[in-house]
């Protein structure tokens, strides 16, 4: 992605929800910045950023892009697997304050 | 290979195992024009224009090796090149001095000093960039 032709850029404001303040400090995190063992490179997030694929990139958000990216990576490195993945989505989804949303 | 001084500070390395420099500020250079694939901080725009060196950055990890969880050794040198707006941008609007400077890696970078192709054009089809 990157370097197509965009039409004009609008400049707005807007606030940060805290589910995506959380992703940025995971990143900074998980690029050890803070002291803690690196875990992953910016050049990471931004290849697997890049393969996301265009048409759900640009129905991302800017910090969706992020988690998606950050998730790819932590499975590239075998920090996790997508089995472990998917099974905690599985119980996140089973939260009773997850039922309430729906 | 030489050890080289990078210039971020902080809690991260500032010298790494580099590659020799090969440009000196106010050499001119050309982009590589070619479009592998992978992760490369080379914006596609600028592939295959003629620029100056403005200066030398330091030289730091390859990101195109970080980005498959590798070390990115031996680092290489990065300047920042500039060029002219329109020489960039075939119906660029602005003043014909303006200028856009971007930092390269020179391994994306070919010397023209005294070379007999430093008056040829630009590929007249760049890479573009994958939709």
Redesign the interface.
């Known amino acids: 992605m990157g370097g197509l032709p965009a039409d004009r850029v609008v400049p707005s404001e807007h606030d940060t929800a805290e589910w995506e303040r959380r992703v940025d400090a995971l990143m900074t995190l998980l690029s050890g910045v803070k002291g803690g063992p690196p875990r992953m490179t910016v050049d990471e997030l931004r290849k697997n950023i890049e393969a996301i694929g265009p048409e759900a990139y640009d129905k991302m958000s800017y910090y969706e892009r992020w988690v998606t990216s950050i998730t790819q990576t932590m499975i590239q490195r075998g920090i996790i697997t997508t089995d472990e993945l998917g099974q905690k989505m599985e119980a996140v989804r089973a939260r009773p304050e997850a039922k309430c949303k729906k | 290979m030489q050890e080289v001084a990078g210039s971020a500070g ?3 390395p500032t010298s790494y195992r580099a590659v020799a420099r090969r440009f000196a500020p106010g050499e001119r250079v050309r982009v590589r024009a070619t479009a592998p694939l ?2 490369i901080r080379t ?3 600028i592939r295959g224009h003629v620029g100056v060196i403005e200066r030398y950055c330091g030289a730091f990890p390859n ?2 090796e ?4 590798r070390d990115g050794l031996p680092a290489q040198p990065l300047y920042r090149v500039r060029f002219l707006q329109t020489e960039v941008w075939p119906d660029y609007a602005g003043e014909a001095n303006d200028t856009i400077d971007i930092e390269i890696f020179q391994h994306w970078l070919e010397g023209l000093k005294g070379g007999a192709d430093e008056t040829s054009p630009p590929p007249s089809d760049p890479p ?2 994958r ?1």
């Open positions: 902080g809690q991260y992978g992760h914006p596609f725009y990101p195109e970080l980005a498959q969880m573009r960039a939709p």
